[in-house]
């Protein structure tokens, strides 16, 4: 089992910044790719940003590429997403998951493990 707890969502005006956090314990860190997926009321669940188990490769959703950037810290069991230029449809539930055989970074389902999520709310 993997427990991932997301941190660092809150209200802020368009164009501003957020970083999100998502702290992890259990399993090794390392042997998992680390997504951020987001849901905003009404709507389906989304992928936002997911990194690879070292770091190397990455990948972002077209709605955020140039604006987000996702990290991890293997050493602190910690991934990272960085948003600039926040937008009012960047409102969302913003969910950290982990998995353990991903073969497509962006696919919700191959993910194993889930955090509770953390909201972010952008005020025009």
């Known amino acids: 089992q993997v427990q991932l707890v997301e941190s660092g969502g809150g209200l802020v005006q368009a164009g501003g910044s957020l970083r999100l956090s998502c702290a992890a314990s259990?399993?090794?860190?390392?042997?998992?790719?680390m997504g951020w997926f987001r849901q905003a009321p009404g709507k389906a669940r989304e992928f936002v940003a997911a990194?690879?188990?070292?770091?190397?490769?990455?990948q972002f959703a077209d709605s955020v590429k140039g604006r987000f950037t996702i990290s991890r810290d293997n050493a602190k069991n910690t991934v990272s997403l960085q948003m600039n230029s926040l937008k009012p449809e960047d409102t969302a539930l913003y969910y950290c998951?982990?998995?353990?055989?991903?073969?497509?970074?962006?696919?919700?389902?191959?993910?194993?493990?889930w955090g509770q999520g953390t909201q972010v709310t952008v005020s025009s």
């Open positions: 990194i690879n188990w070292n770091g190397v490769r990455s």
């Open positions: 259990g399993r090794p860190f390392s042997n998992y790719a």
């Open positions: 998951a982990a998995g353990g055989r991903i073969q497509s970074l962006g696919k919700s389902d191959e993910y194993d493990y």
